[in-house]
């Protein structure tokens, strides 16, 4: 079992040991109350989030659905520490995030959180293999970039630039990126919203391959409802709130999804 930083107030401690996966007597990783988000234009106000409750376990791979603007980013951006509630508290191991200053925040997302966003972000300077050195260069106890890129199936590709790749291989690198540094969470939106079959197939094994290994907590939001299958746990969003839940009896791999 890997021991890794926790927060303990605005400072991190290293004495806790992970909860073993997906035993939900154990301490949440996330614990939200009433989670309110509204933002405002002028005088207009949109609420994103509506009072949302939730509560995320260790080794769970957590899919959240939703169609656009229900909610879903929102809530990945406050979990990750990215964003904060208008109001609600979320805790991670029973430490508020909500109220955090930015030097334990920095550390939160630096330290135990891996993010996929729809858009690769990569360094068009740098190769593959440097493109995730980045994250391994400051991480605590990382995988070597080349193991990282192999498990997207991109260990052909480790010194080829973002523009000699097609863009499922520069979403195949950003996924890799965000897996290198063991994170015990693992936050992806959409990662294989613009990709094909095939390669969001490669990505989706890299995720599930990365939860089943290394026990992150992992949660994957996406509209595309066939990726449901893989979760532990289903949670759909409308107009801010958690319209539904479901438990999958048994998962799907990653490897016999198509859409």
Request: charged residues 20%; proline residues 5%.
């Amino acid at each position: 079992m890997r021991i890794k930083p926790v927060l303990t107030g605005s400072v991190y401690s290293r004495a806790m040991p992970l909860p073993d996966a997906r035993n939900e007597s154990a301490q949440p990783v996330f614990r939200a109350r009433g989670l309110t988000k509204v933002y405002r234009m002028g005088e207009v106000e949109v609420h994103a989030l509506r009072g949302v409750d939730l509560d995320l376990f260790a080794g769970e791979f957590v899919v959240l659905l939703g169609a656009s603007g229900s909610g879903k980013s929102t809530l990945l951006n406050i979990l990750g520490g990215l964003d904060a509630p208008t109001a609600g508290v979320v805790e991670c191991r029973g430490h508020p995030l909500t109220g955090a200053g930015d030097t334990a925040l920095t550390h939160f997302r630096r330290e135990h959180v891996g993010f996929v966003f729809q858009f690769y972000n990569l360094i068009p300077s740098l190769t593959a293999r440097e493109n995730v050195a980045l994250v391994t260069d400051i991480a605590t106890s990382p995988m070597a970039p080349e193991q990282a890129l192999a498990l997207v199936g991109l260990d052909t590709r480790l010194d080829h630039f973002p523009a000699q790749m097609s863009g499922g291989e520069q979403q195949r690198v950003a996924i890799a990126r965000a897996i290198a540094k063991r994170p015990d969470v693992l936050l992806c939106d959409e990662p294989t919203g613009a990709l094909d079959s095939q390669t969001g197939v490669l990505v989706l094994q890299a995720l599930e391959r990365t939860n089943r290994e290394t026990g992150a907590l992992t949660v994957v939001i996406t509209h595309n409802a066939v990726i449901a299958g893989m979760g532990d746990r289903v949670l759909t969003l409308r107009d801010g709130r958690i319209a539904s839940e479901e438990r999958n009896a048994v998962r799907l791999p990653a490897s016999g999804l198509r859409w």
